[in-house]
């Protein structure tokens, strides 16, 4: 039997549909498969009257669902949105910057006024943990 296979090229990425030749539709998934072909097992189709191991033609479509024969799709996304990271940050910094005037003050050197320490603590724990619980419920 003559089957038409689409998948994507572990290449270069990009969509392809081929006609192989195979027993089973497995079989010629297989074959697409050791052509470095991603196969969308769900459209391959049995096909009469098309010229056989033609080169892959590309074709330019992109998100696509498709499973590998014999492997797992692994996708990795970006878990936290830049503003949340810099929001996070400043408010680290901001503790921290309270906590060394803080030591400052315990050691005996009064450099650095009570209330401006206490503000720092209290806004960079407010700004750095509101930060955090967003990023949580945005992202989850």
């Keep these: 039997m003559k089957y038409k296979i689409y ?3 572990k290449e270069s990425g990009k969509d392809v549909e081929i006609v192989l030749e195979g027993d089973t539709k497995e079989a010629a998934e297989k074959s697409a498969y050791d052509l ?3 196969v969308y097992v769900q459209k391959t189709q049995i096909v009469s009257e098309v010229a056989v191991n033609q080169p892959p033609v590309i074709v330019d479509q992109t998100t696509k669902r498709f499973s ?5 799709h692994v ?3 970006e878990q936290t949105a830049k503003r949340f990271k810099m929001a996070i940050l400043i408010g680290g910094a901001m503790f921290c910057l309270g906590f ?3 030591l400052f ?4 050197s009064n450099l650095v006024p009570t209330l401006l320490i206490f503000g720092f603590i209290v806004f960079g724990s407010i700004i750095y943990f509101g930060a955090r619980l967003l990023a949580w419920w945005h992202h989850g």
Excluded: D, K, M
Excluded at 68 to 72: K, L, Q
């Design 68 to 72: 590998r024969v014999g492997e797992t």
């Design 105 to 108: 003050n315990v050691v005996g």
């Design 7 to 9: 998948g994507v090229s």
């Design 75 to 77: 996708q990795v996304i």
């Design 100 to 102: 060394a005037g803080f």
């Design 36 to 38: 470095n072909i991603l």
